[in-house]
């Protein structure tokens, strides 16, 4: 299939492409890097444009899947690079007869709002953006999805990572004690835009269980 991923350089939108290269799909990345990731692999094309500018976007067509994962965190940009930029790329490609599912990549911070700001309002305007598509691309046949990433590690979250105080502290609040990894993520892209035909307009929440498993129950021991 014919699948077209942003943020194609780095982090999360590396591994999906990755992913669906190695399973034999063709994959347009587009991100502002203008380096190829994979030079190597003849069914890669890279394409060099800034998603939050509507007129640097390459001419792509019959876009089978779209999954959308360039984003930024804590800079001026983020409104118009992880809301409006989503929103530039998935106007472009996705209304087409050859769709057939497209993926945004929000976060759980637009559940809980516990992060930065203006990063966490364009997550959550993420979800809304995500339904209104879904509904849209129904006459199509084709679903839309928003998944939302708890702690993954990439380059981005390092600042937590490196800093054992901070890590600790966050290990302490996750149930399951660690952070998804982007190939992880990258095996649930493929699952919401190439397996799944009948779930849409729906957000998965992936975050080893710290925002809905972390209730703290207190209680004396008993006597033995």
């Known amino acids: 299939m014919k699948v077209l991923v942003t943020g194609s350089c780095g982090g999360i939108g590396r591994a999906v492409a990755s992913l669906f290269l190695e399973r ?13 990731p994979f030079d190597l692999n003849s069914s890669y094309v890279h394409c060099c444009a800034d998603i939050s500018e509507p007129s640097s976007l390459p001419s792509v067509t019959d876009v089978e899947i779209l999954i959308n994962c360039a984003g930024v965190q804590d800079s001026s940009d983020d409104i118009s690079i992880n809301l409006k930029g989503t929103m530039n790329v998935t106007e472009k490609y996705a209304f087409n007869p050859s769709i057939r599912s497209v993926l945004v990549i929000a976060s759980a911070s637009a559940h809980s709002g516990a992060e930065f700001p203006s990063y966490s309002a364009s997550k959550g305007g993420l979800l809304s953006y995500t339904r209104n598509v879904a509904i849209r691309l129904a ?6 999805n928003s998944l939302s990433p708890g702690g993954v590690v990439t380059d981005l979250n390092r600042p937590v990572m490196e800093d054992e105080k901070l890590w600790n502290q966050i290990m302490a609040l996750t149930p399951l004690r660690k952070w998804a990894t982007a190939e992880e993520i990258a095996q649930w892209c493929y699952f919401l835009t190439v397996v799944n035909r009948s779930c849409s307009g729906e957000d998965i929440l992936v975050d080893n269980g710290e925002m809905h498993l972390n209730a703290t129950f207190i209680w004396p021991e008993k006597n033995s």
């Open 24 to 36: 034999g799909h063709s994959v347009y990345g587009i991100d502002i890097n203008p380096a190829s």
């Open 139 to 144: 006459p199509y046949g084709a679903t839309c």
